[in-house]
Nanobody
Framework: VQLVESGGGLVQAGGSLRLSCAASQRTFSSATMGWSRQAPGKEREFVAAIRWGVGNTYYSPSAKGRFTISRDTAKNTVYLQMNSLKPDDTAIYYC????????????????WGPGTQVTVSS
């Protein structure tokens, strides 16, 4: 399984970005896809996840209320809409996928994309 992210970039504080992640193979309804991030000098942390079949979503406390995860099952693609961005959101954002939802939510998923850089200037 290959995951390819896109949509990162440089944005001012308060701005928005939309990340996309396309999976190379069909995602089964039992799978979970998500996003994790890693800031310089920090450990990777969970951001958001979505259960592919039922569409249930989960967020970290820092993402809740500002970020929205969604999916397009026909395109095998997951999105992360990020609003009200803060400098603390600066990180490499990784798309993740696993059949075990708990692994996605603990940043221990089996499959990871190469990452896309998000930089928020103050």
């Amino acid at each position: 399984v290959q995951l390819v992210e896109s949509g990162g970039g440089l944005v001012q504080a308060g701005g928005s970005l939309r990340l996309s992640c396309a999976a190379s193979q069909r995602t089964f309804s039992s799978a979970t896809m998500g996003w994790s991030r890693q800031a310089p000098g920090k450990e990777r942390e969970f951001v958001a996840a979505i259960r592919w079949g039922v569409g249930n979503t989960y967020y970290s406390p820092s993402a809740k209320g500002r970020f929205t995860i969604s999916r397009d099952t026909a395109k095998n693609t997951v999105y992360l809409q990020m609003n009200s961005l803060k400098p603390d959101d600066t990180a490499i954002y990784y798309c993740t996928k696993d059949s075990d939802w708990s692994k996605v939510m603990t940043s221990k998923a089996t499959y990871w994309g190469p990452g896309t850089q998000v930089t928020v200037s103050s």
